[in-house]
């Protein structure tokens, strides 16, 4: 039924098609005129940052939209394009805009003997666009304090942690395997670690992690003070960015590319798919003929 | 009527042709979905001991045993038979918001090791990049989304050595949820290696695909 179903659906499309193209290159059809376009306003980048130029785009107009600076800009702006088609200005807007209120600009153009007046309506922000930069936070042994450097069995140690997520503490020497870990204040952690009676392990090894940013090791022998061990790399930010996309194939649904190698296999496939079809069709006219 | 069922037929087989067709097609793609073998990569063992491990087909040898941690020596150049790399390697820090440098587009052929991590061989995982494609032209790591558990990766230090890993595991995230501290800084007590390209759909918007293909390794050889 799948196999049908895909067959069926491919061959609609391509009926349709050849419907569009035997209407192109014929007289049209009797078919009811279209209503008429109704011109639409569109600006970007909105909101913006007061003083910044902005791109207006109005559609439809048969005569170049035209109007007054209006509370947004500081002079009209002035429209480049073709009739019923985009019509496209960039103008600056007034550096005295205050963020958080809302401007109106309006325009009129003609759209066959009528006049649209179209009403355009803009917010300036403070930093528009501007993402805050990440917060560069780096874990090291500058992030943990200990209370002291003696391992001891039976005594304990103290860790004071400044980590912005959350953090954890594992170890071989303590009675148990991981530390329960209390929030002092935002950003700041405190544990306790007990160490365990007897004989502890050589080397006895203590991590402490801080989630998303990394680890510290702190390790130490028999009778020597507790010091630093292997510490994490500095975790690079976001993800690394490795190609320039430009194996790749433009897709219309949303701007998705995949790459060209595929985008060909998929005009083949879509080939032989639509030659099968163009197949079957010449067969079974033919059976109609004969 | 046995026009019609010869008809009906071959639009059966014909409809089932293009939806194998169509669904490979969606299936395909620079890792737009996970690969045949990229499933989540399960931890190795972490115990530093040789641990026997079960080869693939590009290494038919039935057990594979790990090696113990190198010391340092900065990667001069990767090799990878099963999908043709040879490439050599730069070094590669940190950008000024954070995030990683890249190799250069114009040197497609060129990976680059995260210099902050440890060296390949050394303890720890260490990472390397490379570009999928740039300046129209397949990159060193086009292929790495081909690589399956037990592939070989050679890594040429500047002391000479080479440092030789089997694939683990593959894994392609969205960029979104980049496993950066499984990546670059995961506690582990024997040598990995990771190598990281861009994978999945491309975004026009942002420039940059929206997936990473990553290879887990872990190094089973060192001369």
Redesign the interface.
């Known amino acids: 039924m799948?196999?049908?179903?895909?067959?069926?659906t491919?061959a609609a499309a391509g009926a349709a098609t050849a419907v569009t193209a035997l209407g192109m290159a014929g007289p049209a059809l009797a078919a009811p005129e279209p209503a008429p376009a109704v011109p639409a306003v569109k600006v970007a980048p909105n909101p913006f940052k007061p003083g910044a130029s902005l791109t207006v785009k109005i559609s439809a107009c048969d005569t170049a939209p035209a109007g007054g600076a209006g509370q947004v800009f500081t002079a009209a702006p002035k429209f480049r394009g073709n009739a019923g088609e985009l019509w496209t200005a960039v103008a600056a807007t007034k550096p005295s805009l205050t963020p958080g209120h809302s401007y109106k600009a309006a325009f009129t153009c003609k759209v066959g003997e009528t006049t649209h007046k179209l009403t355009l309506t803009v917010n300036p922000s403070k930093e528009p666009g501007v993402k805050p930069?990440?917060q560069?936070f780096s874990f090291g042994y500058d992030d943990v304090e200990l209370s002291t450097r003696k391992v001891i069995p039976g005594k304990s140690m103290t860790f004071t942690i400044t980590c912005p997520t959350a953090v954890t503490i594992t170890g071989n020497g303590f009675t148990t395997k991981a530390l329960a870990v209390k929030t002092v204040r935002t950003g700041v952690f405190k544990a306790v670690g007990m160490f365990r009676s007897g004989t502890l392990p050589n080397p006895t090894v203590a991590?402490v992690?801080c989630?998303?940013?990394?680890?510290v090791?702190y390790s130490t022998k028999p009778g020597e003070a507790i010091k630093p061990g292997?510490k994490?790399?500095?975790?690079?930010?976001?993800?690394?960015?490795?190609?320039?996309?430009?194996?790749?194939l433009?897709h219309e649904d949303g701007?998705?590319?995949?790459?060209a190698l595929?985008g060909g296999?998929?005009a083949g496939?879509l080939a032989?798919?639509g030659g099968?079809?163009v197949l079957?069709r010449r067969?079974?006219a033919g059976?109609e003929q004969s | 009527m046995p026009g019609d069922t010869s008809a009906s037929a071959g639009r059966r087989v014909l409809g089932a042709a293009a939806g194998v067709l169509l669904g490979g097609l969606l299936l395909g793609g620079c890792g737009g979905g996970n690969t045949a073998g990229s499933a989540p990569p399960t931890a190795p063992g972490s115990s530093s001991a040789p641990v026997p491990a079960r080869a693939s087909a590009s290494a038919p040898a039935a057990q594979v045993t790990y090696a113990q941690p190198m010391g340092r020596s900065l990667p001069k150049s990767i090799r990878i038979p099963k999908i043709g790399v040879s490439a050599p390697v730069s070094q590669l820090g940190l950008k000024a918001d954070g995030t990683i440098q890249e190799p250069p587009l114009s040197r497609p052929n060129l990976a680059g090791w995260y210099e902050q991590g440890p060296t390949p061989g050394e303890e720890g995982p260490s990472v390397v990049l490379g570009h999928v494609d740039a300046n129209k032209r397949a990159a060193v790591f086009f292929k790495l989304k081909e690589l399956k558990k037990g592939d070989r990766i050679e890594v040429t230090r500047q002391d000479g050595s080479v440092a030789t890993f089997a694939v683990q595991g593959m894994e392609d995230v969205p960029k979104k949820s980049f496993p950066g501290e499984k990546v670059y800084a995961e506690d582990l007590d024997y040598a990995a290696l990771r190598l990281v390209t861009c994978g999945g759909a491309f975004d026009a918007g942002t420039g940059h695909y929206v997936n990473n293909t990553i290879a887990y390794a872990r190094l089973v050889d060192a001369t």
């Not at chain 1, 701007?255 to 790459?259: F, L, N, R, V």
Request: net charge positive.
């Open positions: 799948r196999a049908v179903r895909l067959a069926a491919g930069a990440p560069k991590t992690a989630k998303g940013h990394g680890y090791k292997k994490s790399p500095q975790i690079p930010a976001g993800a690394p960015n490795t190609g320039d996309g430009s194996l790749s433009h701007g998705s590319m995949t790459p595929v296999g998929s496939a032989v798919v099968g079809l079957l067969r079974g059976r």
